[in-house]
């Protein structure tokens, strides 16, 4: 529950700080106190969105610190631990606990605004997610949103706590939906596309009776070369390899002549030795080269038929990258981009049969999983409508008759199968119908008031506020809605703010609200009130600013019977 409440130039509040019991808590002030401004600033602190105007005139910025006791709030726990952010700074005067939990805002002048929970900073989405564990904030403009359908559906899973069956089933209409897209899709682009499979399919029928290989093309190419000009190449070889190696002349002969000669020159000049060193070494350079020629010669040989046929497969390769529109040397790799093409699509028309097959079942789970969660808030409804009843009835609607419409539906929802709404009927003999179509304004507010009472009751959040809930309504239905609200907070936190006496005298503590104003400011205080105070305040809302000393028995009374019945 929520224990402590700290603002900081927040509108027209300067400093407030509020220590919060548990039980029924009655928030009480004229017009324009400042009722509001503690809303807001709870508000804040669970994520709502902030402007520069919450900041007080003349302010650097605005700070919100509320502190909660979540000891008996085990999800709230789980979520800080999950988030690690269960450790945290706390009040002053106040020893540090893991049943506690801070929450804190500040909004500059310039409209942005800063969160920590537990002294980390966070982002406001986060503070969302968690003040869901921690408060419910229940406002008098609720009745509004009880013309809308879309909200009868989530009051109805929160009042059947169905919320986790819910979180399954819009994950399973979420598999189901992708699924259904992406078969969607992969049959729009088969029909697009047989006619590239077609081609493909030749194209790369084409090529692989080709068959060609890396590199291939190079090869060939220098092999063709050679087939064409090997005549030549035999005739120039043997030609090179007798001037090299001939008994008439060639060089290997005239080169061991000239050793010779050196050889047998009558000098011991040392120069001779390097002139006799370097004939040596051509002779050996020559004798290799003429090894090398008789080889290369005598393994050229003439064949007509591997040049037809290598000059054929050269101009099938060039007449297939003239038609694919490539060079020659892109063929190869061309070849294995097609095949890698086809095998997709090809893959694709499998993935069509697995993807429906896949829907298939995701739809069968879907119905299947949509009805156990249609029958579960059929049976939530029928037990909602005998609550919601027995409240209209205490709060003078005895005749009027409450029912939650289940229609079932063949087009799937992320919620199921289900189309919730809430029917009302006011005067006997008259059927039930939507309530936008039936109540008045008096009517709407005593049913939204006796829905959030019901639906209150099980809420698995401890602290539940009511801003002005019980507006529209007076006289004894005014206590009766004081004593629903008492009642409520008996197991918990009620924050409730109130403008009839008659719910006023209701609460285990009463907080006033005040607006005092000098020359060149205003500011809002907030007071706890003593009994005699509060009777002055009952008086005051009873009778207005003259309080007579009938209207002061009035409200001493009324306090004083409520307290009595309270403690029985």
């Given at each position: 529950?929520?224990?402590?409440?700290?603002?900081?130039?927040?509108?027209?509040?300067?400093?407030?700080?509020?220590?919060?019991?548990?039980?029924?808590?009655?928030?009480?002030?004229?017009?324009g106190?400042g009722?509001?401004?503690?809303?807001?600033?709870?508000?804040?602190?669970?994520?709502?969105?902030?402007?520069?105007?919450s900041?007080?005139?003349?302010?650097?910025?605005?700070?919100?610190?509320?502190?909660?006791d979540?000891?008996?709030?085990?999800?709230?726990?789980h979520?800080?631990?999950?988030?690690?952010?269960?450790?945290?700074?706390?009040?002053?005067?106040?020893?540090?606990?893991?049943?506690?939990?801070?929450?804190?805002?500040?909004?500059?002048?310039?409209?942005?605004?800063?969160?920590?929970?537990?002294?980390?900073?966070?982002s406001?989405?986060?503070?969302?997610?968690?003040?869901?564990?921690?408060?419910?904030?229940?406002g008098?403009?609720?009745?509004q949103?009880?013309?809308q359908?879309?909200?009868?559906?989530?009051?109805?899973?929160?009042f059947?706590?169905?919320?986790?069956?819910?979180?399954?089933?819009?994950?399973?209409?979420?598999?189901?939906?992708?699924?259904?897209?992406?078969?969607?899709?992969?049959?729009?682009?088969?029909?697009?596309?047989?006619?590239?499979?077609?081609?493909?399919?030749?194209?790369?029928?084409?090529?692989?009776?080709?068959?060609?290989?890396?590199?291939e093309?190079?090869s060939?190419?220098?092999?063709?070369?050679?087939?064409?000009?090997?005549?030549?190449?035999?005739?120039?070889?043997q030609?090179?390899?007798?001037?090299?190696?001939?008994?008439?002349?060639?060089?290997?002969?005239?080169?061991?002549?000239a050793?010779?000669?050196?050889?047998?020159?009558?000098?011991?000049?040392?120069?001779?030795?390097?002139?006799?060193?370097m004939?040596?070494?051509?002779?050996?350079?020559?004798?290799?080269?003429?090894?090398?020629?008789?080889?290369?010669?005598?393994?050229?040989?003439?064949?007509p038929?591997?040049?037809?046929?290598v000059?054929?497969?050269?101009s099938?390769i060039?007449?297939?990258?003239?038609?694919?529109?490539?060079?020659?040397?892109?063929?190869?790799?061309?070849?294995?981009?097609?095949?890698?093409?086809?095998?997709?699509?090809?893959?694709?028309?499998?993935?069509?049969?697995?993807?429906?097959?896949?829907?298939?079942?995701?739809?069968?789970?879907?119905?299947q999983q949509?009805?156990?969660l249609?029958?579960?808030?059929?049976?939530?409804a029928?037990?909602?409508?005998?609550?919601?009843?027995?409240?209209?009835?205490?709060?003078?609607?005895s005749?009027?008759?409450?029912?939650?419409?289940?229609?079932n539906?063949?087009?799937?929802?992320?919620?199921?199968?289900?189309?919730?709404?809430?029917?009302?009927?006011?005067?006997?003999?008259?059927?039930?119908k939507?309530?936008?179509?039936?109540?008045?304004?008096?009517?709407?507010?005593?049913?939204?008031?006796?829905?959030?009472?019901?639906?209150?009751?099980?809420?698995?959040?401890?602290?539940?506020?009511?801003?002005?809930?019980?507006v529209?309504?007076?006289?004894?239905t005014?206590?009766?809605?004081?004593?629903?609200l008492?009642?409520?907070?008996q197991?918990?936190?009620?924050?409730?703010?109130?403008?009839?006496?008659?719910?006023?005298?209701?609460?285990?503590?009463?907080?006033?609200?005040k607006?005092?104003?000098?020359?060149?400011?205003?500011?809002?205080?907030?007071?706890?009130?003593?009994?005699e105070?509060?009777?002055?305040?009952?008086?005051?809302?009873?009778?207005?600013?003259?309080?007579?000393?009938?209207?002061?028995?009035?409200?001493?009374e009324?306090?004083?019977?409520?307290?009595?019945?309270?403690?029985?």
């Amino acid at each position: 529950m929520l224990t402590y409440l700290a603002i900081r130039n927040l509108a027209i509040v300067e400093a407030l700080e509020l220590d919060l019991p548990s039980g029924m808590t009655v928030i009480t002030g004229e017009t324009g106190a400042g009722k509001s401004i503690l809303l807001d600033a709870l508000g804040l602190a669970l994520g709502d969105r902030a402007d520069a105007d919450s900041v007080r005139h003349g302010a650097a910025k605005a700070e919100i610190l509320a502190q909660f006791d979540i000891s008996q709030l085990p999800q709230a726990q789980h979520w800080l631990l999950e988030n690690e952010l269960e450790e945290g700074e706390h009040k002053p005067n106040q020893t540090a606990s893991t049943q506690e939990c801070q929450l804190r805002r500040v909004i500059h002048n310039n409209g942005r605004s800063k969160a920590w929970i537990n002294g980390q900073p966070c982002s406001v989405q986060l503070l969302k997610k968690l003040g869901s564990h921690l408060i419910d904030i229940h406002g008098q403009h609720e009745h509004q949103s009880l013309l809308q359908r879309e909200s009868h559906l989530r009051l109805l899973d929160a009042f059947a706590h169905l919320e986790p069956q819910v979180q399954d089933q819009q994950a399973l209409f979420k598999n189901w939906q992708h699924c259904r897209r992406q078969l969607e899709t992969l049959k729009n682009q088969d029909d697009k596309q047989q006619a590239r499979i077609e081609l493909l399919r030749y194209q790369v029928e084409e090529l692989e009776q080709l068959a060609l290989e890396e590199q291939e093309l190079q090869s060939l190419e220098e092999e063709q070369q050679h087939l064409a000009n090997v005549d030549t190449l035999i005739l120039e070889g043997q030609a090179a390899f007798n001037l090299c190696d001939s008994d008439e002349g060639g060089a290997r002969q005239l080169l061991n002549q000239a050793c010779n000669r050196i050889n047998h020159l009558p000098s011991q000049d040392a120069r001779l030795n390097d002139i006799r060193q370097m004939l040596g070494d051509a002779l050996i350079q020559i004798e290799e080269a003429s090894r090398e020629l008789e080889h290369f010669v005598s393994s050229c040989e003439l064949d007509p038929e591997r040049l037809q046929f290598v000059e054929e497969r050269l101009s099938t390769i060039y007449q297939l990258a003239r038609k694919h529109h490539i060079t020659p040397e892109e063929l190869y790799q061309h070849s294995l981009k097609l095949r890698a093409e086809l095998n997709s699509i090809e893959n694709g028309s499998q993935n069509i049969e697995q993807l429906a097959e896949q829907l298939q079942q995701l739809t069968e789970a879907f119905r299947q999983q949509a009805a156990q969660l249609s029958q579960q808030r059929k049976t939530a409804a029928y037990q909602l409508n005998q609550n919601i009843n027995e409240q209209l009835s205490l709060l003078g609607m005895s005749n009027a008759r409450f029912e939650v419409s289940i229609q079932n539906s063949e087009q799937f929802q992320a919620h199921g199968l289900d189309n919730v709404e809430f029917l009302i009927s006011t005067n006997p003999g008259q059927p039930p119908k939507p309530m936008i179509k039936i109540a008045s304004g008096g009517e709407l507010s005593r049913i939204s008031l006796a829905i959030q009472v019901v639906t209150a009751q099980t809420s698995a959040i401890p602290t539940l506020v009511f801003d002005e809930v019980d507006v529209g309504i007076s006289g004894g239905t005014a206590e009766i809605v004081g004593q629903l609200l008492h009642n409520l907070a008996q197991k918990g936190q009620i924050l409730s703010v109130t403008h009839l006496p008659q719910v006023a005298a209701q609460g285990d503590q009463h907080l006033f609200i005040k607006k005092s104003s000098t020359e060149n400011s205003t500011h809002s205080e907030m007071v706890w009130l003593e009994q005699e105070q509060r009777v002055t305040e009952l008086a005051r809302m009873l009778g207005g600013i003259d309080l007579t000393e009938q209207t002061l028995a009035h409200a001493h009374e009324m306090l004083q019977h409520s307290q009595q019945r309270l403690t029985c």
